[in-house]
């Protein structure tokens, strides 16, 4: 399950990652000149997170399969 809660009033959201073994919490927010903390990731960079991370992971797992050794994709 995913959550979204207000964290402070600096427009920071908690996102809770909830599974049967653990609890991961992430959080999003805003740079500094539209009100937020300047500390968390956007919404886009989340986004764009998640394509990154989906191409890792299939990139990896090919790579894998071939034997191939790597460090980063």
Same mark, same amino acid.
């Given at each position: 399950?995913?959550?979204? $809660?207000?964290?402070?009033?600096?427009? =920071?959201?908690?996102?809770?990652? =909830?599974?049967?073994?653990?609890?991961?919490?992430?959080?999003?927010?805003?740079?500094?000149?539209?009100?937020?903390?300047?500390?968390?990731l956007k919404? $886009?960079?989340?986004?764009?997170?998640?394509?990154?991370?989906? =191409?890792?992971?299939?990139? $990896?797992?090919?790579? $894998?399969n071939d034997?191939?050794?790597?460090?980063?994709v």
């Amino acid at each position: 399950m995913v959550v979204a $809660s207000k964290k402070d009033n600096n427009w =920071t959201t908690q996102i809770t990652l =909830t599974t049967d073994e653990n609890i991961r919490p992430i959080y999003a927010g805003q740079t500094t000149d539209m009100g937020g903390l300047g500390t968390d990731l956007k919404p $886009s960079q989340l986004v764009l997170a998640g394509y990154a991370s989906c =191409t890792h992971m299939t990139v $990896s797992k090919l790579l $894998s399969n071939d034997n191939i050794d790597y460090e980063d994709v």
